[in-house]
């Protein structure tokens, strides 16, 4: 495509949240319109419908918070469900733990999967040919419906913005399907937006989930790529506060292994919650 | 000026961050250029040099977070000096505390306040007629030399982002001029720069702040309304983390009347250092 530069925005009704570069790639899929642009300010970035998702250069700030807190809190990480996660960041941040033995990705997008393997190298590195990892084209509803119960020690949802295909995920009787297929003391985790940017969305998903499951909280940080600034991730447990006590015996390494997260960034990220946002969730 | 709505934004390098609205005022004072957008996303906004500096609807997850972290914790709060903060959000939290008695405000660029106080009323409300304030145009470092030693109980920086005419509020000698002018027991606070959007500067600053004081520490928050949404506060005394102690008695109602500020916020902004900081402060 051409390699004029040009700027790409997010835009969330008067503000916009633009980067500058060459177009690589610009399509539609059957779920969604995706383009890939070649930046200098981030290396390849990932846009679906018209939203930033991911970059090479700036993803950690994300998956890192995603992750760890949940798999460095979970009596067992053999078995992860991954559900959304098409760029490999998600898996990438599980495969560092050895005692991860199986991880099923579930993304509905083909493309997504594909486009990432080939331009996105850098957020996938060598995830995609690990054994360990099992990827399926499949929509995350459907799959986790034909799961059976206390079936994965993590389940993780890294999935897009609500939209036509993605609104069954952010449902009641989703999160219902999610703790069914949760061993008792697994760990649920989610990306649960911006408390800014999708404010009503974020707080319908932090009650949804805090209906669900015995424990709830949410953390909210940094992700400088998207718009607003703040992003969150909820985790849930049925067991007491599960998700906050950290169980992995080598937390150490990983904390070295991250570009962004370690233990007191977590603790601090838990407590951020703006006195607005309290009144309301 | 134009009804029409228009995108203004701030560029850094490869990215962009737009608002869109009436542009109310442009002109150029001084010292720098001054823009005033009426939006619909956050009230009116100041541009300044082509960076946003502020606006009506999203200013509280800066100034709670420059102003409470020092006023809850230096032991004296009756006479406070404020560089900058010319669109009066600083001094309205400062003036929240009825021990504050004198509060020096000193703004290099009369225009900012005259501006501020017709197009930003919901930013200064009341404080522009509070007898405690004094307001003063003159630059920073020249009122500061003028300062007898040991006279103010809090010094609080609130200026733009480096420029031709700041640039001196960000040398070893301005903060060696802070540090004389600050009583023994007293709190210095600075807004110090985008980890992100500005890291050399940020580096800097935090290096230069702990050469020359005690101790030190760096608050990393939420700023949705700047490039990166990641802002950092600097705190430093001459006295062992004094910043990080509480000692104001009435700490309930200073939450009570914040937007964003509470006691756990900020002791999670105070750990919320991403592993790749760490490495190079």
Request: aromatic share 12%.
């Amino acid at each position: 495509m051409s390699k004029k530069e040009i700027w790409i925005d997010e835009i969330h009704k008067y503000t916009r949240y633009g980067i500058r570069g060459q177009l690589l790639i610009e399509k539609k899929s059957k779920f969604q319109d995706i383009k890939i642009l070649k930046t200098k300010a981030y290396g390849n970035a990932l846009m679906l419908n018209n939203c930033w998702m991911t970059c090479d250069e700036n993803e950690k700030y994300y998956h890192e918070c995603l992750v760890h807190p949940a798999l460095t809190s979970s009596n067992n990480i053999s078995n992860i469900l991954i559900i959304g996660g098409g760029d490999g960041g998600t898996a990438r941040e599980c495969l560092k733990y050895k005692e991860v033995q199986n991880i099923d990705l579930v993304e509905i997008d083909e493309e997504v999967l594909f486009l990432s393997k080939k331009y996105l190298t850098s957020i996938g590195e060598k995830v995609w040919s690990d054994k360990r990892l099992s990827t399926n084209i499949c929509d995350g509803f459907t799959w986790i419906k034909n799961i059976k119960t206390n079936y994965y020690d993590v389940v993780i949802i890294d999935c897009s913005d609500p939209s036509e295909f993605s609104n069954e995920l952010f449902t009641l009787e989703f999160y219902r399907e999610c703790k069914r297929v949760l061993k008792f003391d697994g760990i649920f985790a989610t990306q649960s937006e911006s408390p800014e940017s999708f404010m009503p969305i974020h707080i319908e998903m932090c009650k949804s989930i805090k209906k669900i499951f015995m424990r709830s909280a949410t953390m909210y940080g940094f992700v400088p790529f998207y718009p607003s600034g703040i992003w969150s991730w909820t985790f849930a447990s049925n067991n007491e506060n599960q998700f906050l006590k950290t169980h992995y015996k080598d937390v150490k390494s990983i904390e070295d292994s991250c570009e962004i997260w370690n233990l007191n960034y977590q603790e601090g990220s838990f407590k951020m919650l703006p006195n607005k946002l309290a009144k309301l969730i």
